[in-house]
């Protein structure tokens, strides 16, 4: 049953994909439903008029659109069931699909690992269905077709979701392809811009490496086994050195998936410029799918953890996580800000997945499943207000056309309930109590403060470090998320766009983000819903849960004793409400000092203006100065000049470009050494038959020699 | 019982903390050479901005006149979670000392936001700058922290003051660096000099009051106690993590009333070396804070190594 859920979850998103195909086919369907009214279902007048509306023309994209959602919906709606079910059952379902080569039949595990990623796709997908619809109104149907879309969008469900019950190595590689190539085609689907085919090509470059990556780690596990179902490479025994290969061939194709530094760099080119409800899935949900990868790989198929790959996952991660809020920092584009951000995050989960290992490796089973816990909680809160906040970031492209943040502005009075959710999503995202994200952090800041177990000096020392920058990484992304919501919804709007903006007509388009900014806060205020979830994944592939010893464990977080650490959200909130409604009543009894309203204060001059507010550069001003080193600044200051003796200053240009230093240190002499190999190789292609002929036959001697 | 002396607490940390600003003012003056206002001065100023009529610009937002509300709330929930005069508390058990810093931060967000509200330059320009040292500070403070956690091996600030008073005079060189590095960051924190200057409005160099420079009347009010309040709390965690003797372990009235003596000298001799500092110390440029906070965050990280080299068990 749940197994079934789980497939149907597949089928869904598979038929969503295939329905999105017949949008051009409506002639075909008009005579179909012509044709079956007539012979086969007569006198069924209200279906028939139900039917020949929808197959109208101006009715029929609309509501092939709504069907494909529709469809799209359920899909995420079963994934949830499928995965909560698995969760709280607590099993693990194996089942083969006789598919592909006939010796080779798929292997399908679900266990609760794959629920609880099912969990979190299904919530992801549920609420992009939501608010599908009314975003991709806007695409015009002849330059932007929504049949690739939707067929494109339901094939990457499926594959993310095959990529989870995939219980051999071949079925892996197949969904995972299917996730990679169908989300190229959604990367490229706006590819009129040579700048959007450019990023959707060098994620397909960066995605096929990676997976040229995972097949070798598999091959590497594989030549130690006998068959490629993981049951088999479970059982294979390998050295440390093989298995630390394997390791490092795994880190390097789900990392690049999952966008660790300085292997992201598709991650910023390719979010902004795919529509926002797909960034949306891809952020939040797809990095995620790389993260099970590689959960999958290292915990649950290599047989022994090795605590040095821990150092090497904590060292990635701090810099990532650095790195990524650093970038994120400077970007004046909304959505390639939040792509650096989502490395920022990747980081945060590769930092804590390294503490688990060092914990698992050292014989502390039961730290490694704190870890975890705070590695898996980070996923998920991750996944939901990172969907938020691109669901919002295409709700203000939609209504403003813009996604530049300097040209936004006041948005908060013409939108009040997008930017009422964006709050949250910017709350959840900067790790304030009350909210999701804090409650993650502070699970892995707990998992940072165990380090007293360890025997070993190096470990002891680096992890304070990793945590000390986790500090730094949180407060920075607190300062990046003032500037986001500061700068688009406060002050005063800074283009015609922008003043003239108004909210979202479509109140399913608020209701996809209001959904997930609903389970930020709840998850924020009863974090022990999830945690209980988890802790049965844990305990399956960690073989330790956490101890259950509190009684009231959905008021209280404690995860490893009551006496060394505890948060209690609710009791916090019921605080905060008291706190706030005594200050708030106190402050007005007194019907005399009501509000007056009056002008801004500006220092008698006169003239306020919007452009003398604060822009996106000029609030990092200061970071940009205090850690300079850690970009490219190239920053121009032009004067035109004017005047008798050319001195007046007429007007000032002022251009502010921050580069990423992976491109001139890392890959352009990649690309450089390729072209430069490409054309040592382009020698022997001298375009004279009788050469290659003599290449044939050459070839052709070595190999009889190579058989006799 | 303990529940209600834990709430008891937090409306004496509020109540104390102008207390404490005019005690500063005090000193200050004294050692400059001029007239002190009374020690009450404080509680007056805050009494006649909240009956005065707030005015308010036509830009702001609901989020403008919600801040208040919010940044004090949050800083008062911080200041439920520090022990004061007695060292069982349970509101520590439920937000411990990580859940504290996030209330600062909580509060900040919304200073930092309520800045850039109106759409001024002074606004954006001083929330541009508390992110920028806040996000400096926040580490620092945390590393300060955490090697106090370690040692006590909880995060419950209850725990591990009791830890401490516990383990007796002890000289542990992590406790130093940690000291001085929370030392640092209270003085970044709290906006004082050489960071930033509480008395002066001159726009190169403000940073807290250009945040609030349109806030009027009762949010004004709000706004200037949760920052005593602040000054307050960092004052008390100096004192009690690190010299936490004379708080008292149980709730009988005599203990209490010595653990509230205790703590009141220990506050006035701190405010008294706060003057002094900010006396004899000059307002550094904006762009040496991030040296200055290096330097703390470097302390605190020495404490913490040396915790992790010397100190612990094994």
């Known amino acids: 049953m749940i197994l079934f859920s789980a497939y149907l979850a597949v089928l869904l998103s598979f038929a969503s994909g295939l329905l999105a195909l017949i949008v051009n086919q409506r002639h075909l369907l008009q005579s179909l439903s012509d044709y079956s009214f007539n012979k086969l279902f007569k006198n069924q007048p209200q279906p028939q008029a139900w039917v020949n509306m929808n197959l109208e023309i101006q009715h029929f994209p609309a509501f092939l659109r709504q069907a494909v959602f529709i469809l799209l919906g359920l899909s995420g709606l079963f994934a949830v069931i499928a995965g909560l079910a698995v969760l709280i059952s607590n099993q693990v379902i194996t089942d083969q699909i006789p598919l592909g080569l006939p010796w080779l039949p798929w292997h399908i595990r679900f266990d609760c690992l794959s629920g609880f990623f099912f969990l979190i796709i299904g919530i992801g997908v549920f609420a992009v269905s939501l608010y599908g619809p009314g975003y991709v109104r806007s695409y015009k149907e002849n330059q932007h077709p929504f049949a690739s879309l939707g067929l494109f969008t339901g094939l990457f469900v499926a594959g993310m979701l095959l990529v989870l019950l995939a219980d051999d190595a071949f079925m892996f590689m197949i969904a995972w392809e299917l996730m990679s190539v169908a989300s190229y085609f959604l990367v490229a689907f706006q590819h009129e811009h040579a700048a959007n085919r450019r990023a959707a090509f060098l994620y397909l ?265 986790l500090a730094l990484t949180a407060a920075l992304a607190a300062a990046c998320f003032v500037k986001v919501f500061g700068l688009i919804f406060l002050g005063q709007p800074r283009s ?38 988890i802790n049965n994944a844990s305990g399956q592939l960690l073989g330790q849960t956490l101890p259950n010893n509190n009684l009231l464990s959905w008021l209280w977080l404690a995860p490893v004793s009551a006496h060394q650490a505890s948060y209690s959200p609710p009791l916090v909130l019921i605080a905060a409400l008291i706190a706030a409604g005594i200050c708030y009543s106190y402050f007005r009894r007194n019907p005399l000092t009501t509000v007056r309203r009056a002008e801004t204060w500006d220092c008698g001059f006169g003239g306020l203006t919007p452009r003398m507010q604060y822009t996106s550069s000029s609030f990092t001003m200061p970071f940009r100065r205090i850690f300079e080193k850690v970009w490219i600044i190239d920053e121009q200051i032009h004067k035109d000049m004017k005047g008798a003796m050319n001195q007046d200053v007429s007007a000032v240009h002022y251009q502010l470009h921050i580069h990423d230093h992976s491109w001139p240190h890392i890959y352009s002499p990649i690309a450089q050494a390729v072209n430069d190999l490409a054309r040592q190789v382009g020698r022997i292609q001298t375009g004279n038959i009788r050469t290659y002929l003599g290449y044939s036959f050459a070839t052709l001697l070595i190999l009889l020699w190579l058989i006799s | 019982m303990n529940w209600l002396i834990a709430i008891l607490q937090g409306a004496l940390f509020i109540i104390l903390a102008p207390l404490l600003a005019g005690w500063l003012k005090y000193c200050k003056c004294h050692l400059q050479n001029r007239k002190a206002p009374s020690l009450l001065q404080p509680y007056r100023d805050l009494i006649k901005l909240s009956n005065k009529q707030p005015v308010v610009s036509d830009q702001a937002s609901w989020l403008f006149i919600t801040a208040p509300y919010l940044i004090f709330s949050a800083t008062a929930l911080a200041a439920t979670v520090v022990p004061l005069v007695v060292v069982d508390l349970p509101t520590s058990a439920s937000a411990d000392v990580i859940v504290m810093v996030g209330f600062f931060a909580f509060a900040r967000f919304f200073l930092a936001l309520a800045g850039l509200d109106i759409g001024t330059a002074f606004g954006g320009m001083g929330s541009s700058r508390e992110m920028t040292i806040s996000s400096l500070a926040e580490p620092a403070m945390l590393m300060a922290i955490f090697t106090l956690t370690m040692t006590a091996s909880t995060t419950n600030l209850s725990g591990a003051i009791a830890h401490v008073l516990n383990e007796g005079l002890v000289l542990r060189p992590s406790f130093v660096f940690a000291l001085f590095a929370l030392i640092l960051v209270a003085v970044a924190e709290t906006g004082r000099i050489p960071v930033d200057n509480p008395s002066t409005h001159l726009e190169l160099t403000m940073i ?107």
């Open chain 2, 208 to 314: 807290h009051e250009a945040m609030i420079l349109e806030y009027s009347g009762r949010y004004l009010a709000l706004i200037e106690w949760a920052s005593q309040l602040k000054l307050m709390l960092y004052g008390v965690l100096i004192a009690n993590i690190f010299f936490p003797w004379g708080i008292s372990e149980t709730l009988n009235p005599k203990d209490l009333g010595y653990g509230l003596l205790a703590i009141l000298g220990k506050l006035a001799l701190l405010a008294i070396f706060l003057a002094i500092a900010e006396t004899l110390v000059a307002k550094m440029r904006l762009f040496r804070v991030q040296e200055y906070l290096s330097f703390a965050y470097l302390l605190g990280l020495l404490g913490m190594l040396s915790h992790i080299i010397l100190e612990a068990s094994r």
């Open chain 1, 496 to 533: 015609h766009h922008s003043e003239k903006a108004h909210e979202v007509q479509n109140k399913f388009m608020l209701a996809g983000p209001a959904l997930l900014a609903g389970l930020c806060f709840f998850i924020g205020i009863f974090p022990s819903t999830i945690i209980y979830l």
């Open chain 1, 205 to 469: 470059l960066m995605a096929e490496v990676g997976a040229l990556a995972i097949i070798l780690a598999f091959g590497v596990l594989a030549s130690f086994s006998d068959g490629f179902t993981f049951d088999a490479l479970r059982e294979s025994r390998l050295s440390v050195t093989w298995s630390s290969i394997a390791f490092v061939l795994a880190l390097l194709g789900f990392g690049m998936k999952a966008g660790i530094a300085p292997i992201h760099v598709w991650l910023p080119e390719a979010h902004p410029v795919a529509p926002s409800h797909i960034s949306a899935l891809m952020s939040g949900v797809m990095l995620k799918v790389a993260i099970y990868g590689l959960i999958r790989f290292c915990f649950d198929l290599l047989s022994e953890v090795q605590w040095q790959w821990g150092v090497v996952l904590i060292i990635l991660g701090t810099v990532s996580a650095l790195a990524g809020i650093l970038y994120a920092m400077m970007q004046p584009n909304l959505k390639r800000l939040l792509a650096y951000s989502s490395v920022e995050n990747i980081g945060i989960i590769f930092m804590v997945l390294g503490l688990t290992m060092i914990f698992m490796a050292t014989g502390h089973p039961q730290l490694a499943a704190l870890g975890l816990l705070a590695a898996l909680f980070h996923a998920f809160n991750h996944a939901l207000f990172k969907n938020l906040l691109f669901l919002g970031a295409g709700i203000l492209q939609h209504q403003t056309h813009e996604l530049n943040i300097d040209m936004m502005g006041g948005l908060i009075k013409k939108m009040p309930q997008t930017s009422l959710l964006f709050l949250v999503g910017c709350m959840s995202i900067s790790s304030l109590p009350l909210f999701n994200g804090f409650v993650s952090e502070w699970l892995a800041f707990q998992t940072a403060l165990q380090v007293d177990v360890l025997d070993n000096g190096v470990l002891r020392s680096l992890i304070p470090v990793a945590a000390a920058a």
